[in-house]
């Protein structure tokens, strides 16, 4: 039996191959991937139910129906990916010609998230498969049912020196891995705090990396808005998955003259999301473990509670709520909520509002709400965010021309479409000269070909 370390440098082996560079390859394996994913839709959202309560709908919008989409789209257009560059050639060099290839990186770690498990894993593999690598895949251990399902799908089709999947505690299995072989890309999706732990092994030995981390993504609801509108926008991403998403609006920052107004429309839109009691709501998730249900129910002493707030531990439901009233200063404030709680705040000017947003900088989103072509620009420009939405949240992400990423605290790097594609691959540059022409000039000595050599290289 092969330990880690043997089973990776077996990877390296195969990768040196060259087996996974042709655009045949590349493209049996994802259609490979596809039908076994298709093969076991039921097992998928049966496993994503005992893991988070997720309906067969929401699966298909936001795990394996995204997944597929997202696969699609890549198939269609691979061949043109992958053909080479051609670029312009500067003066200096004419009469060279010049190109960008787009290489494989190798041997690539993929991190997951317990949130989407299998959205977070395998949209990832497509990029890493499309651009040729051998894939180290790692899901989270705290969706325990949906990682055994997606072990089985990835060792129907794919043999260990090419995919390799690595369940198993992560604190254990990713620095044994990390320290022990030097990866050529780690992509990792996960808390900011595990996120700096996994760039400083990564930086040990100067592995790049992808790191698509947490924050706390405000939404601006302006004076002009249409409330009912916002107030839809926001509570349809804020409480699905319970809250447990990346881009979900964590908190909501509405001009004074109109928070009456969008708590009224936020308590008249989530019963007719989820009923009078969202616990009995069959499309309703729930928190992910009793660490994540407690840190959660915590915050609900941070405000007064002007919708939901029942919860039960037995059943780690908690509902979708709404709170006003809160310090600037209260842990709500301060932590990624990451759970079906949103503050609602108000604003006089859009300094006050900018400051709040200003304590928790650099968000993966930022949405505003508004009617006016000035707010919407001003409000795009202050506020530096991996992405943003206008009358709308979170649903960037669902568009793979769209770059899905953060900045600075929410990370570093982005994927989706050709993104992915261009994420897992070099970029190599390669000029071409041809022999032909070789004039003296070129060569030393250079002295007195001052006034030339401006001419040309400009
Ligand atoms: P997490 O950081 O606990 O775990 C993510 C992965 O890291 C898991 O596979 C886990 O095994 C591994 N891990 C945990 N501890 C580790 C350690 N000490 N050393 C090495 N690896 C370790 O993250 P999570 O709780 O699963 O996910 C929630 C967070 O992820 C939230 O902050 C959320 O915003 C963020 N997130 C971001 C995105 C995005 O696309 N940007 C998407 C989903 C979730």
Redesign the pocket.
């Known amino acids: 039996m092969l330990n880690l370390t043997e089973q990776l440098q077996l990877m390296r082996q195969f990768y040196g191959t060259g087996a996974t560079r042709s655009y045949a390859f590349r493209k049996q394996q994802l259609l490979l991937l596809k039908r076994a994913v298709e093969a076991n839709e039921e097992a998928i959202y049966a496993a994503l139910e005992a893991d988070l309560h997720k309906s067969r709908e929401e699966c298909w919008v936001t795990e394996n129906g995204f997944f597929l989409t997202e696969l699609k789209d890549v198939l269609a257009n691979l061949k043109k990916w992958m053909e080479p560059e051609p670029v312009p050639t500067n003066l200096l060099n004419l009469p060279s010609s010049s190109k960008v290839l787009r290489e494989p990186l190798g041997v690539v770690l993929i991190?997951?998230?317990?949130?989407?498990p299998f959205q977070?894993l395998f949209t990832p593999l497509i990029g890493a498969l499309a651009a040729g690598n051998c894939v180290v895949l790692?899901?989270?251990?705290?969706a325990p049912a949906t990682a055994k399902i997606m072990q089985q799908i990835i060792e129907s089709c794919f043999p260990p020196e090419q995919v390799l999947y690595v369940p198993?505690?992560?604190?254990t299995?990713?620095?044994d891995m990390m320290n022990h072989f030097t990866f050529d890309h780690v992509f990792?999706?996960?808390?900011?705090?595990?996120?700096k732990?996994?760039y400083k092994?990564a930086a040990e030995k100067l592995v790049p990396v992808t790191l698509?981390?947490?924050?706390k993504s405000p939404a601006v609801v302006e004076a002009d808005a249409n409330i009912l509108v916002a107030a839809r926008r926001i509570a349809m991403p804020k409480y699905s998955n319970a809250g447990?998403?990346?881009?979900a609006p964590d908190y909501v920052l509405v001009h004074q003259s109109r928070q009456a107004e969008l708590i009224k429309a936020l308590q008249q839109v989530i019963p007719q999301f989820y009923g009078a009691d969202a616990a009995a709501e069959a499309g309703y998730g729930r928190i992910?473990n009793e660490k994540?249900f407690n840190r959660i129910v915590g915050y609900l002493k941070d405000g007064t509670i002007v919708y939901g707030g029942q919860h039960n531990a037995a059943d780690l439901y908690i509902a979708p709520t709404v709170m006003v009233d809160i310090a600037p200063d209260a842990p709500v404030m301060k932590e990624?909520i990451?759970g079906p709680i949103l503050p609602v705040i108000s604003f006089n000017t859009m300094e006050e509002a900018r400051d709040i947003i200003a304590q928790n900088p650099n968000p993966?989103a930022f949405y505003v709400f508004t009617s006016s072509a000035d707010k919407e620009k001003a409000w795009l420009e202050a506020v530096p965010a991996?992405g943003a939405c206008v009358n709308t949240a979170s649903l960037h992400?669902t568009n793979p021309n769209l770059p899905?990423?953060?900045r600075g605290f929410?990370?570093t790097g982005a994927y989706h479409g050709k993104y992915s594609f261009d994420t897992f691959s070099h970029r190599k540059a390669v000029m071409k000269t041809p022999t032909w022409f070789d004039p003296a000039l070129k060569y030393p000595p250079f002295t007195g070909k001052l006034k030339l050599l401006k001419w040309l290289v400009g």
């Open positions: 991190i997951g998230p317990w949130n989407y977070l790692k899901p989270s251990e705290f198993g505690d992560g604190a299995v990713i620095p990792y999706t996960g808390s900011t705090a595990v996120g732990i996994i092994m698509e981390l947490g924050g447990q998403m990346c881009v992910i994540q990624e990451f993966l991996g992400l899905f990423g953060g929410s990370g």
